[in-house]
């Protein structure tokens, strides 16, 4: 505790790194921020933008960078999206940040910051374009906990042949997340074709009877071939799940 007293008093460390050593978690005005959950849990801390002003996402975002390296801020629209890039060009003029419109996420790093890289292949897999917004979220996270990412799009049932032609991609993965809306039937096919892990990402488009996600989640829930389910529209989720166990997969493979 007394070298990172002294480094504060001597400026090498800022108060909130000096929290987040000492505490795991950085107080801001917007909140905590959990610096320590990455080391904890393998899964790296990131902002929900939904339900937040800009000036908090760029607060939070901000003191990520500071004390890791790196802000992930997911469901985050243009205006905190301009809020995070302008407090980041005050604090950390360095910093590299990038923000998918569509997927509606944001990463900063740090100059100095590397990602892990795990020896691992996660395959993100969407039935057809209206998937693409949770698809996105998930291989975003999945790629930063460090697996390589492989976007297998448009491949859903509606003309199983596409299925079908996609198949060999989809072995050649390690962990699958599949992505479907309507009566979510894709994820189903696809873990009968398989024999790697398979998450289904039931998706929030449709109409009528069991739309918003309803029947896609209730059909993947029934799925008579085995696979894991998160909520609709949880790409975060999703895509952590996967990288959790490309981790796994990347230490059986080097025999770890």
Request: hydrophobic fraction near 45%; include cysteine.
């Amino acid at each position: 505790m007394r070298e990172i007293l002294e480094a504060v008093a001597a400026g090498d460390l800022t108060p909130a790194e000096a929290e987040s050593e000492l505490a795991g978690y950085a107080t801001t005005g917007a909140g905590r921020f959990d610096a320590a959950r990455e080391a904890r849990s393998g899964v790296p801390e990131a902002v929900l933008g939904t339900g937040k002003t800009a000036g908090e996402l760029a607060d939070l975002a901000t003191t990520a960078v500071e004390t890791t390296g790196r802000a992930i801020v997911t469901r985050i629209d243009a205006a905190g999206a301009g809020a995070v890039r302008r407090a980041l060009a005050e604090s950390a003029p360095d910093a590299a940040v990038r923000w998918d419109e569509r997927a509606r996420w944001l990463v900063a790093t740090g100059p100095g910051f590397e990602r892990p890289a795990i020896d691992a292949d996660v395959g993100v897999v969407t039935a057809g374009t209206s998937d693409a917004v949770p698809a996105g979220e998930a291989a975003m996270i999945a790629r930063e906990m460090g697996a390589d990412v492989t976007r297998i799009d448009d491949v859903g049932v509606a003309s199983l042949a596409r299925t079908v032609d996609a198949a060999d991609r989809l072995r050649d993965r390690d962990v699958l997340v599949v992505a479907a809306g309507r009566e979510g039937a894709l994820p189903t096919v696809a873990a009968g074709l398989v024999d790697t892990p398979v998450i289904g990402l039931p998706v929030s488009t449709g109409y009528g009877h069991g739309g918003a996600g309803e029947a896609a989640l209730s059909g993947m829930l029934q799925s008579c071939t085995a696979l894991s389910v998160v909520n609709v529209d949880a790409g975060f989720t999703a895509g952590v799940q996967a990288g959790l166990v490309a981790r796994r997969v990347a230490a059986a493979r080097a025999g770890e």
